[in-house]
T-cell receptor, first 109, second 114 residues
Framework: GEDVEQSLFLSVREGDSSVINCTYTDSSSTYLYWYKQEPGAGLQLLTY?????DMKQDQRLTVLLNKKDKHLSLRIADTQTGDSAIYFC?????????FGTGTRLKVLA | NAGVTQTPKFRILKIGQSMTLQCAQD?????MYWYRQDPGMGLKLIYY???????DKGEVPNGYNVSRSTTEDFPLRLELAAPSQTSVYFC?????????????FGSGTRLTVT
């Protein structure tokens, strides 16, 4: 079945860049998504990329998509303490998502 | 500006008890979902619905039931609570379209079964 995998933890220093990686198995998705979950809250859409794009930039966020390797990454430039959260990549089907395990980003001051 | 509302926020159940987790959305979304979130396991889909009167099983439906009598409401029922159902439960909704399909999440219900 479809699977989406992420590493569980990432720790960076404030001001550095963070790179969160994701691999997926379904190659038919139209969009791939990144969601952010802050403590005690539900998930919120952070950004997304259309499957025929290689890169998308949105202020401090850069999404890279390598369709050949089925690899998605989220880069956060100038990481701030407010970026500490769990980040989920998601692969979308017809009306269902497959979420990754989530990467907990810890930003050290 | 309510979005997706879940109640209760916290609940402790004894083994064998029953309860209903409530979920309501005011965005007129056709699609609604129930997920459970366990540490290090991501979100697992329990049940989903593509419209009033239509529900279907997700990855982990055992021990749960749902109904969708209106577009707005999608309650999740636990009939005989078990410790394995200790988790954080999220309800979400989305609007079907040809573009991106953003899911909107409630703030979750933290359930402990002892």
């Amino acid at each position: 079945g479809e699977d989406v995998e992420q590493s569980l933890f990432l720790s960076v220093r404030e001001g550095d860049s963070s790179v969160i990686n994701c691999t997926y198995t379904d190659s038919s998705s139209t969009y791939l998504y990144w969601y952010k979950q802050e403590p005690g809250a539900g998930l919120q859409l952070l950004t997304y990329i259309f499957s025929n794009m290689d890169m998308k930039q949105d202020q401090r966020l850069t999404v890279l998509l390598n369709k050949k390797d089925k690899h998605l990454s989220l880069r956060i430039a100038d990481t701030q303490t407010g970026d500490s959260a769990i980040y989920f990549c998601a692969d979308s089907g017809t009306y269902k998502y497959i979420f990754g395990t989530g990467t907990r980003l810890k930003v050290l001051a | 500006n309510a979005g997706v509302t879940q109640t209760p926020k916290f609940r402790i159940l004894k083994i064998g008890q029953s309860m209903t987790l409530q979920c309501a959305q005011d965005m007129n979304h056709n699609y609604m979902y129930w997920y459970r979130q366990d540490p290090g396991m991501g979100l697992k889909l329990i049940y989903y619905s593509v419209g009033a009167g239509i529900t279907d099983k997700g990855e982990v439906p055992n021990g749960y039931n749902v109904s969708r009598s209106t577009t707005e409401d999608f309650p999740l029922r636990l009939e005989l609570a078990a410790p394995s159902q200790t988790s954080v439960y999220f309800c979400a909704s989305s609007y079907p379209g040809t573009g991106i399909s953003e899911q909107y999440f409630g703030s979750g219900t933290r359930l402990t079964v002892t």
